[in-house]
């Protein structure tokens, strides 16, 4: 595509929306009003007050060459270079996953159990990626230490620079890590949102998830469980009485997870938390007191 004659904030979106909806994306005017307020350096609120003003053309060739982009299926949040998460502004990069709205299920829980706010706890986030759910908790409970692990270098390195915009570098300590070795806790809490894609259905999951996000982040083995099992076998060890874990899994997942539960972490009580669309998400082991 070539820059042509500048056009007005309206005649931009309504471009951008109809290529959007004809290269298949599933929000096109969405994503045209972000990729377009991007271009312009501005909120999205400023495009709905201003329809008529007409754009700079280096501002319009930025939108096109973003528009392309989207169009060829690169996640608006690459495009962007941020995201948001659990309104929290994240720097993110083809290096982590796109933090997902599915996960704001297991942040609520983290905050129910870390009761009252001024609660003081040891929490772990294994396989923090960008850092979301790390910065999510750490910036609702003041007094909380979390501890968050990820395999990648490159993925820390994102979480690195996130947790310093964010200031809390003192309470967020990044470890690269294997789940949670050689970390020995005890935790109150731990979090993860492992990858737990399964290779069996490789041929059902959308292309441009494996086309551009990280495979270390989407692949869990033959059956999406190999990290989440791994991690079970840690728990024990590594949880403090009444301490609560939190798994997030993919949703045909929660009666094969359960069942590695019950062998890998007998006495501790399981359940699985529904995601507001009714599918299992998160399922809850809770350390007996005592
Ligand atoms: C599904 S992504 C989740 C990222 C982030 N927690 C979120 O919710 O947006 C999984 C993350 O786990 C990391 N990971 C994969 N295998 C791991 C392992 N064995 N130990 C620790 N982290 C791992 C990946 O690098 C990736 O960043």
Sequence with gaps: MRAQNPKRVRDALAEGT????????ETPRRDA??????????????LFAHPDEVLPLAAWERYREA??????????????????????????????????PETELLV??????????????????????????????ALRRP????????????????????VRCHRVSDRVHLVQADVLTPLIGPFDLILANLPYVAL????????????????EAVWGGPHGTVYIERLLRQVPGRLAPGGVALLEIGYRQAQRVLHLAES?????????????????????LRRPNG
Aim: glycine share 6%.
């Design 18 to 25: 109809r290529l959007l909806a004809r290269a298949g994306v």
């Design 33 to 46: 009003e972000l990729l377009l307020s991007h271009a312009l350096g501005r909120p999205r609120t400023w």
């Design 67 to 100: 528009l392309e982009r989207r169009a060829r299926g690169e996640p608006p949040a690459y495009i962007l270079g941020e995201w948001e998460f659990y309104g929290v502004s994240l720097t993110v990069t083809p290096d982590v996953l796109v933090p997902r």
């Design 108 to 137: 609520d829980l983290a905050l129910d159990y870390l009761q009252p706010p001024t609660r003081s706890g040891r929490v772990a986030d294994v396989g923090t990626g960008s850092g979301a759910i790390a910065l999510a908790v």
């Design 143 to 162: 007094r909380v230490h979390v501890w968050a692990t990820d395999i990648s270098a490159r993925a820390l390195r994102v979480a690195r620079h996130n």
């Design 200 to 215: 069996e259905e490789a041929h059902v999951v959308d292309s441009r998830v494996t086309a551009f996000e990280p495979p």
């Design 264 to 284: 890998l972490v007998p006495r501790f009580p399981a359940r699985v938390h529904p995601d507001p669309a009714g599918h299992p998400r998160v399922v809850e």
